[in-house]
């Protein structure tokens, strides 16, 4: 049995933001019903293709665990189609463009009347206000959310993050307003809007930067490197790789750092751990030295501190540094690859990391569910060809009889038949 086992999501998702919502929810058990365009689909179906005429891994990796139907849902047999999906089906997932799906005719108050039971969950770029009809990609939302200024060293101008923060970190959140909606309606016995905006989104995760911002009122921010010799204006400013917390941290150099560009280990100063530190790194005097001993003492000097440590990490490669320190509790982090991260067998054994098969690309791998259940374990499965179960959603799910179907099918409202895919 799985968590969400009986719930019917109409998934109308693309790209990446909503499909990380929808693909988390099957994991969970939903039984997630992808509406796609006849003969184009997510466009990310041909995006970043690696193999010719193969549904990309950009797609793929985002799309476990779907069916897929495709609808034109502006054609009028589509949309009879999508009217029966809308009855049959607890919750409909979109991330279309601000209006899009009003256009469609499908406007909350069309879909709460045609099923009071349904949760009508959106993403968007930005909530009511200036920007409210912009259209929105991933680095957008982290500019506008704060991610942004607040990212790179401050002699640079502000950095986007590989972690996709706005887009996968939106469908994450909508995945819980998902669920939580789920629960409120076994009291109410009614469905409701669920609404995430990515620029909300990215600055929920950027909650510690808004925190510096009113600190920066009080005086400097002395975990910063800025403090003690640079200036601060009047916003938080960047801060390259300090600690987001009140541990001091800084990205280290480790042996062959010359060559490998990952060859670095985060290094944080827990002041719990601040003598062993010193007995580690060849400076037994700092533990009493009035200059060092005390956290306030060393906040002036991390640089100088950090060039110190640095020292001892340059002598050691990062998995030896990482040994070495763990022995006395020392927080710190090697910088993994991806490559490393592919290959590391631990990831594997938890389901972290998943190999799964396709009928048109062979072996790939992809991230399987990183929210671990003891009772609802997922096990992930190959995303859908294009319309690959038309057919028999609308014969087992919709109970349509062959007649309907083949009027439907001959109006064209769900493209050329499709063949199940040969596996
Ligand atoms: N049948 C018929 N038409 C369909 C369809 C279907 N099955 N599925 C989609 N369409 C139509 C839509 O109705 C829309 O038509 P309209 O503009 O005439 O009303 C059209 O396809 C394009 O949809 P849109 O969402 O505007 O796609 P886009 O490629 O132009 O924009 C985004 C992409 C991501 C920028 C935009 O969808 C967006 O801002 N989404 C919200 C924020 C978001 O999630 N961004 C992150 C993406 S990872």
């Not at 969400?4 to 109409?10: A, K, P």
């Not at 990609?137 to 401050?154: L, M």
């Not at 994450?172 to 995430?196: E, P, W």
Request: charged share 25%; hydrophobic share 35%.
């Amino acid at each position: 049995m799985k968590a969400l086992d009986g719930v019917r999501i109409l998934d109308f998702t693309h790209v990446q933001s909503g499909p990380t919502c929808t693909q988390l929810l099957a994991w969970f058990g939903a039984d997630v019903i992808k509406v796609e365009r006849p003969g184009v689909g997510d466009i990310t179906r041909g995006q970043l293709q690696d193999i010719p005429k193969v549904d990309s891994l950009y797609f793929t990796m985002l799309n476990h665990n779907k069916r897929s139907i495709t609808v034109d849902s502006k054609h009028p047999k589509g949309k009879e189609v999508i009217e029966a999906l809308i009855q049959t089906c607890d919750v409909l997932v979109e991330n279309f463009a601000p209006g899009a799906l009003d256009r469609m005719g499908f406007t909350w108050e069309r879909v709460h009347a045609l099923n009071p039971r349904m949760i009508m969950a959106s993403i968007k770029g930005f909530g009511p206000g200036p920007y409210e009809d912009c259209k929105v990609y991933e680095n957008v939302a982290q500019c506008a959310g704060g991610s942004a200024s607040t990212t790179g060293f401050d002699d640079g101008p502000p950095l986007v993050t590989g972690a996709q923060i706005g887009d996968s970190g939106t469908g994450l959140h909508l995945a819980l307003g998902i669920v939580c909606a789920l629960f409120q309606r076994n009291a109410t016995g009614l469905g409701q809007k669920v609404s995430v905006a990515m620029q909300d989104g990215v600055l929920n995760l950027c909650r510690v930067k808004l925190r510096d911002q009113q600190r920066l009122a009080h005086g400097p921010l002395t975990e910063y490197p800025q403090y003690p010799h640079g200036t601060f204006g009047d916003a938080v400013p960047r801060a390259g790789n300090a600690s987001g917390g009140g541990q001091p941290g800084w990205i280290l150099k480790c042996k062959d750092w010359e060559t490998d560009p990952n060859a670095y280990i985060y290094f944080i100063c827990q002041a719990p751990v601040w003598e062993p530190i010193c007995d580690v790194i060849g400076k037994p005097e700092w533990k009493t030295d009035p200059g060092y001993a005390k956290p306030a003492a060393r906040l002036p000097k991390l640089k100088e501190i950090f060039d110190t440590i640095e020292h001892w990490t340059m002598t050691k490669d990062k998995f030896e540094a990482m040994d070495i320190l763990n022995k006395y509790d020392i927080p710190c982090g090697p910088i993994l690859s991806m490559k490393e991260i592919a290959e590391e067998q631990s990831l594997r054994d938890t389901g972290t990391v998943v190999e799964v098969d396709h009928p048109t690309r062979g072996k790939y791998l992809s991230v399987g569910n990183p929210i671990k259940m003891s009772a609802s374990v997922s096990e992930v499965k190959r995303s859908p060809l294009l319309g690959e179960h038309t057919g028999e959603i609308l014969r087992d799910v919709l109970r349509f009889d062959p007649a309907r179907i083949a009027e439907i099918e001959a109006s064209g409202a769900i493209g050329a038949p499709t063949r199940a895919a040969a596996e």
